[in-house]
């Protein structure tokens, strides 16, 4: 593909690995929410909220979701499920939005599709009350540690992170406190399929594994907290 797509989308088999995958750090982002607003009903902005599949999992655990994304065919098919608006410039959430607009702002493998994700951030930082969710993929697993070749990344992704570096960005640059990280998943080199044909897998690599190596999930995902001014 020469170029990059929003796509729905579409598995034969619901089960096949890259399906669970997709859908396990949407899943672990929701409950995190739970845990921070247990009543639900807490107004929750999507940020570069691609096909709506994270919006809609979050409408349906009863949160007020409005999501925001740069294309237009994502912000008709996330439109399905809440309120969708575009917009490409970090400037535009705090026209649209105005200051502390939302309990939380999540945006997930979105920061490294952004040329400046400090000042996007920056941009989340203003228009939520107090936390923000952020999750990038994890560089630094054991399925990309390669030493005869160069492992190809998505052509969307400008920058790259393992957990010291993004925990950097966000407590050093980004002058945000990091309350946790949330794991989705560790995948573990040969060991995947046969767990998956043994029909083991959700159980090793979604709770066993992020227990025993909590810095190898797939995703980094962090839960954060603006800090206090003044």
Request: glycine share 6%; aromatic share 8%.
């Amino acid at each position: 593909m020469k170029q990059i797509q929003h796509l729905p989308y579409r598995f034969e088999d619901p089960e096949a690995k890259c399906a669970r995958y997709e859908e396990r750090w949407k899943e672990v982002t929701v409950a995190a929410c739970r845990s921070l607003f247990p009543d639900r009903g807490a107004k929750v902005l999507d940020f570069g909220a691609g096909r709506g599949e994270l919006s809609a999992a979050l409408a349906a655990a009863g949160f007020g979701v409005t999501a925001v994304d740069s294309d237009p065919e994502c912000v008709r098919l996330t439109s399905q499920y809440c309120r969708s608006h575009e917009a490409s410039k970090p400037e535009e959430l705090q026209a649209l939005f105005g200051s502390d607009s939302f309990d939380v702002v999540v945006a997930l493998h979105v920061l490294e599709h952004l040329r400046d994700p400090l000042a996007y951030i920056a941009a989340m930082k203003a228009v939520t009350r107090r936390y923000l969710i952020l999750g990038v993929p994890n560089l630094g697993t054991m399925t990309r540690i390669c030493f005869r070749r160069v492992i190809p990344v998505n052509r969307g992704h400008l920058q790259g992170w393992d957990y010291p570096t993004f925990h950097n960005l966000l407590g050093e640059h980004a002058e945000l406190t990091v309350l946790r990280s949330v794991p989705d998943l560790v995948v573990m080199p040969k060991l995947s399929n046969l767990l998956h044909h043994l029909k083991l897998r959700r159980l090793v690599e979604e709770r066993i594994l992020p227990r025993l190596f909590p810095y190898q999930t797939n995703s980094i995902i962090a839960v954060c907290e603006k800090r206090a001014t003044g």
